[in-house]
């Protein structure tokens, strides 16, 4: 018997429901595609179909959610931002979709997006960097870059980047505050290195 389209689609959507429900239950560690798939009630090999193991599950739903950031900081830039701004209005939109997924979030990403030599490469963390990453650069050119920043440059960036994610995972000031100025201070590091000044644009810089 075929499985419709939308059939998947559900069982899609409800192992990911499931899967989040467990994770800041009992902890990303401690949660076992088992334990996922009786929740979701489909049997455990069943689920590989759908995600070939708990990281790229876990990495899905953060994908998905940057995702969505993404859409939100399209939605909320007026143009008229600052290019320090612009990058943080980016950066904000991403964390404000990453907050559900906070409880768990710090193993997930140390194990997807590290930065050190890995034997296999999570295929999910790797289309939410260069998702990122593409983003960075788009927004670097509108403000007067007529060319990218090099390897190196987005390497500081995406290392700064990181930083931020990982210090944020922890982070229990009141709203967050320790973060936003992490941020703050970050990109106007970052905006330095591309540019060679602490101005905020980089116009007087592009030729």
Not at 65 to 73: K, N, S
Not at 85 to 102: H, V
Request: glycine share 8%; net charge negative; hydrophobic share 40%.
């Amino acid at each position: 018997m075929r499985i419709s389209e939308q059939a998947k689609l559900d069982s899609r959507a409800r192992i990911l429901e499931k899967a989040a429900e467990l994770f800041i239950g009992k902890g990303f560690e401690d949660t076992t595609t088992r334990d996922i798939a009786l929740a979701a009630g489909l049997a455990a090999g069943t689920m590989f179909n759908y995600f070939p193991s708990k990281e790229t599950l876990a990495m899905t739903m953060v994908t998905e959610a940057l995702g969505q950031g993404m859409e939100d900081f399209r939605r909320r830039r007026t143009g008229e931002e600052e290019l320090t701004e612009e990058l943080f209005l980016f950066i904000a939109s991403g964390l404000r979709r990453l907050r559900q997924l906070r409880p768990f979030l710090g193993p997930v990403l140390e194990r997807s997006l590290s930065p050190f030599p890995r034997k296999s490469v999570c295929h999910e963390g790797e289309a939410a960097r260069l998702g990122h990453l593409a983003v960075v650069q788009e927004i670097i050119g509108r403000h007067g870059f007529t060319a990218a920043p090099d390897y190196v440059a987005m390497t500081i960036y995406w290392s700064l980047y990181l930083g931020i994610l990982a210090f944020w995972t922890n982070d229990e000031s009141p709203n967050q505050e320790e973060s936003r100025g992490l941020i703050d201070y970050s990109l106007r590091c970052f905006v330095q290195v591309i540019s060679g000044t602490i101005a905020e644009r980089g116009a007087a810089h592009a030729n």
